[in-house]
């Protein structure tokens, strides 16, 4: 199914610039990756951790996460001004940076976790951006990374029926080949093996792999869908707790 196209777009700044790209994803995963996090971190004591939210959209994630870490400090970054507008009505702190370039504006070793929800998958360089990631985390510190799971148990489906894949895109514009509607530049996919040795490769030991499910499956598929999350290799979303060695 093809839809509308979008207007032309100069580069792939320019499309995450454009309010009508989506930048929030479902509660349901939020909340699982949330919980993960407060169990890592502890309450806070006298001793509160810094949390960054890299590519924190409009701060939905991060607000979400918010009441299962009480006392610890959470940051929002992205990169995008429109993205930080909305988040900065939902979070204390929301600063501009970005995983290229220059670096993000914080030293290292300097923080304590890291939330990476459904951002990997639309950067063009993922080595980079984990580097950086470690370079600002402190020795032991966390890292919660959340994507998509090209190897859900509908693109297998999918795929033998030589349908393109949910989550997968070849285009800016418009979708083509695949279900769905939204245009949400997905640049990169993993399956749950190649996410592990992914991040184990960028000098991180991998502590848990869970699933989560897809705010998008249709309401009938989603009690199956929720189910599936029982084998995080079969789920719609992948919830990666990671620690820098």
């Not at 895109?169 to 040795?197: C, D, F, Q, W």
Request: charged fraction near 20%; aromatic fraction near 6%; glycine fraction near 10%.
């Amino acid at each position: 199914m093809n839809t509308t196209a979008p207007p032309r777009r100069g580069s792939l700044r320019d499309f995450y610039e454009d309010p009508a790209v989506p930048v929030a994803s479902g509660t349901p995963r939020s909340l699982r990756q949330a919980r993960m996090l407060a169990a890592a971190l502890g309450t806070a004591g006298t001793a509160p951790r810094t949390v960054l939210d890299i590519g924190c959209g409009d701060g939905s994630a991060a607000a979400t996460a918010a009441p299962l870490l009480t006392g610890h400090r959470i940051v929002g970054v992205d990169w995008s001004q429109d993205a930080l507008q909305r988040a900065r009505a939902r979070l204390s702190y929301a600063i501009r940076g970005e995983l290229g370039g220059t670096g993000l504006p914080f030293k290292d070793s300097s923080v304590d976790a890291v939330l990476f929800s459904e951002v990997v998958e639309h950067l063009v360089d993922p080595d980079a951006a984990l580097d950086e990631i470690r370079r600002i985390l402190r020795p032991g510190g966390h890292l919660m990374l959340s994507t998509p799971n090209l190897a859900a148990w509908y693109n297998r489906g999918l795929l033998l029926a030589g349908v393109q894949p949910v989550f997968s895109e070849v285009s800016l514009r418009a979708i083509h080949g695949r279900p769905g509607r939204e245009v949400v530049g997905h640049l990169r996919l993993y399956t749950a093996r190649a996410l592990r040795e992914f991040v184990a490769a960028a000098g991180f030991e991998v502590v848990r792999l869970e699933g989560a499910p897809f705010h998008g499956v249709p309401r009938p598929l989603r009690a199956l869908d929720r189910l599936a999350c029982a084998r995080p290799s079969l789920a719609s979303i992948l919830l990666l707790h990671a620690r820098k060695t």
